[in-house]
């Protein structure tokens, strides 16, 4: 599933073509898409209007419009925008240019809501914790959500309340780079280790962007290009291979019912 990376990307991608150019016509193509709100109404709302911005929070995406409406999209596993015809589009937009811009969703989980400006700020706020980059994301906020609970650490930061975007790259990664097993109680951790947990967050999520997020399976930016974090994973996905820290053979676990690569050596169970 893109995490906020990948979702940066996307918008950072999509933000110079899209910004100022009216929606000339909207096709949505599947009903799964808008649910439970009929496709049509949707698509009849955003004809004709203008987009102003691309902007992100959390896993969100945010097309801001003329006319004060704003389309959230989600794009969950498989959603993402294609510049050239694909197979499995789920919408088209045409634009004022003569462009058109297309939304494939092979698995059909992705979202579209259309919502009033007024409505915006408590939807996502009812969805999203802080942003990780942002400045109301410090050690002390994680620290107070870290401690009202035993589930195992990671899980809790898989939480969107708790961090928002985040999710099972790069939680996997920020919690190696902070040497925090990921099955450690959240409310075992100390002061140190909250304050290294969040700077890794931080941390790993720049690298994420600067890399335009990881490429796997069924996504792809809007460009079609391609990211490259993949190729500085630290841990995710690469059980039986080296620690690059230390050289131990990384672990595969489960979280939550998520796939979750640590340490052993770097990552103790036990605190440090
Ligand atoms: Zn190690």
Redesign the pocket.
Known sequence: MPELPEVETVRSGLAPRLEGRALARVDILDPRLTRPHDLFEVAEKLEGDRVLAVERRGKYLLLRLESGLALVVHLRMTGGFHWNPVTHERAVLELDDGSRLAFRDVRRFGTWLVLEDADLDSYLARKNGPEPLGRRFTARWLGAQLARRRAPVKAVLLDQHVVAGLGNIYADEALWRARVNPLRPAISLDAEEVSRVTRAIRAALRMGIARQGSTLRDYATPDGASGSMQEEFRVYGRDGLP?P??R?TITKTRVGGRGTWY?P??QPLERL
């Open positions: 620690c820290r230390c131990t340490c050596r770097c």
